[in-house]
T-cell receptor, first 112, second 114 residues
Framework: GEDVEQSLFLSVREGDSSVINCTYT??????LYWYKQEPGAGLQLLTY?????DMKQDQRLTVLLNKKDKHLSLRIADTQTGDSAIYFC????????????FGQGTTLQVKP | KAGVTQTPRYLIKTRGQQVTLSCSPI?????VSWYQQTPGQGLQFLFE???????NKGNFPGRFSGRQFSNSRSEMNVSTLELGDSALYLC?????????????FGPGTRLTVL
């Protein structure tokens, strides 16, 4: 099917690490993305990983990809209140199209 | 470099009317994709344009259409509006929508159908 699955809600304390999980269905997915959406705004690209990689680190963000289990995770270190938002994972199944398949989004709540 | 711009930002229409939304991609980007975001269905792909040609289409009725101009600007049109068309419509651009390209999103147009 087309589904990309994410848990709907995550609550953490400021300063803790957050881990947002995502599972996808198509083993031929070429690129996987994480986007952030704040209230009333569009989608902000956070990071991406190619399917031939297992891990990518970008400042406070770490992306882990387990191709065998079709599992993607986003770890945010030292989570801040400004990180409160909805996080979407998305997959691109073909290298010849811009079409993205999105998960339903995980709402991250960061408590002071 | 300016980001993706969408106009208008907010729109209120009544059932049966039609609407046109506009998207200006990042300078140099030739691929434009449109998405519909609703609380119930999430983010769903509408269509993608590249070099004035529709390259991909999602599972939406024919009331949803789009086009792309020679300067890569894109418009989408929804005819005979229904209440269920109320949504945030997002446009995204990328260089060519291929290979290692990443997509950058605009702020969206919030359409309310009464």
């Amino acid at each position: 099917g087309e589904d990309v699955e994410q848990s709907l809600f995550l609550s953490v304390r400021e300063g803790d690490s957050s881990v947002i999980n995502c599972t996808y269905t198509d083993s031929s997915s070429t690129y996987l993305y994480w986007y952030k959406q704040e209230p009333g705004a569009g989608l902000q690209l956070l990071t991406y990983i190619f399917s031939n990689m297992d891990m990518k680190q970008d400042q406070r963000l770490t992306v882990l990809l387990n191709k065998k289990d079709k599992h993607l995770s986003l770890r945010i270190a030292d989570t801040q209140t400004g990180d409160s938002a909805i996080y979407f994972c998305a997959e691109r199944r073909s290298s010849n199209t811009g079409k993205l398949i999105f998960g339903q989004g995980t709402t991250l709540q960061v408590k002071p | 470099k300016a980001g993706v711009t969408q106009t208008p930002r907010y729109l209120i229409k009544t059932r049966g009317q039609q609407v046109t939304l506009s998207c200006s991609p990042i300078s140099g980007h030739r691929s434009v994709s449109w998405y519909q975001q609703t609380p119930g269905q999430g983010l769903q792909f509408l269509f993608e344009y590249f070099s004035e040609t529709q390259r991909n289409k999602g599972n939406f009725p024919g009331r949803f259409s789009g086009r792309q101009f020679s300067n890569s600007r894109s418009e989408m049109n929804v005819s005979t509006l229904e209440l269920g068309d109320s949504a945030l419509y997002l446009c995204a651009s990328s260089l060519e929508g291929q290979g290692t390209d990443t997509q950058y999103f605009g702020p969206g147009t919030r359409l309310t159908v009464l």
